[in-house]
């Protein structure tokens, strides 16, 4: 098993940023990829961002390309979402979620974090 926490969130202004941090632990030994989703009330959860193991390889969606940024850390286990030029509509409930490969699909998710809110303000 893998126990994925989600850290960073909170209340910013529009334009504003902010960096979402993933942290890892059990059975981390497998090269897992890390992608970030989010969730805003009334509306189903969808992709934002994800990382291969090796960090080579990154995907993003179209609303968040040019404003996110996702890495990893894979010496401490963390991935992280930096986000700038933050708009009203980023405010969402945030996951982390651990899959054998990069994806973009939630059911290629197998290990899913706790979530952490985003709000921002206009």
């Known amino acids: 098993q893998v126990q994925l926490v989600e850290s960073g969130g909170g209340l910013v202004q529009a334009g504003g940023s902010l960096r979402l941090s993933c942290a890892a632990s059990?059975?981390?030994?497998?090269?897992?990829?890390v992608g970030w989703f989010r969730q805003a009330p009334g509306k189903e959860r969808e992709f934002v961002a994800a990382?291969?193991?090796?960090?080579?390889?990154?995907s993003y969606a179209d609303s968040v390309k040019g404003r996110f940024t996702i890495s990893r850390d894979n010496a401490k286990n963390t991935v992280y979402l930096q986000m700038n030029s933050l708009k009203p509509e980023d405010t969402a409930v945030y996951y982390c979620?651990?899959?054998?490969?990069?994806?973009?699909?939630?059911?290629?998710?197998?290990?899913w974090g706790q979530g952490t809110q985003l709000t921002v303000s206009s």
């Open positions: 059990g059975r981390t030994s497998g090269e897992l990829a």
């Open positions: 990382i291969s193991w090796s960090g080579v390889l990154r």
């Open positions: 979620a651990a899959a054998r490969a990069l994806a973009r699909e939630l059911g290629r998710y197998d290990y």
